[in-house]
Nanobody, 129 residues
Framework: QVQLVESGGGLVQAGGSLRLSCAASGRGASIYAMGWFRQAPGKDRDYVAAISRNGRMTSYAGSVKGRFAISRDNDKNTVYLQMNSLKPDDTAVYYC??????????????????????WGQGTQVTVSS
């Protein structure tokens, strides 16, 4: 069982930056691929970014590519999402998630929320215009 706790959300003006953190704890926390998803009111939970267990492979949704950066520190069991040039459309609850399928493949990651096994409680990001 893995527990995920997000932090770093808040209110920021358009064009500003935030860095989200996701601390993982529990057995095997360092061996999972990790992802970030977001959900705006009345909308589905959408994929934002993913990173492989070894950190070598990353992927981004088209809407955030070039503005967001995902990274991880396996010594600290923490994944980060650096968000720059924020827009009002980025307003949502941001969730991190862990995919245990990465246990056998260090380069593996997934862009589908259906593949993720553990989820955090979410952190609110609000971007004002």
């Amino acid at each position: 069982q893995v527990q995920l706790v997000e932090s770093g959300g808040g209110l920021v003006q358009a064009g500003g930056s935030l860095r989200l953190s996701c601390a993982a704890s529990g057995r095997g926390a360092s061996i999972y691929a990790m992802g970030w998803f977001r959900q705006a009111p009345g909308k589905d939970r959408d994929y934002v970014a993913a990173i492989s267990r070894n950190g070598r492979m990353t992927s981004y949704a088209g809407s955030v590519k070039g503005r967001f950066a995902i990274s991880r520190d396996n010594d600290k069991n923490t994944v980060y999402l650096q968000m720059n040039s924020l827009k009002p459309d980025d307003t949502a609850v941001y969730y991190c998630a862990a995919d245990r399928a990465a246990a056998n493949n260090g380069n593996y990651y997934s862009t589908s929320r259906l593949n993720y096994d553990y989820w955090g409680q979410g952190t609110q990001v609000t971007v004002s215009s």
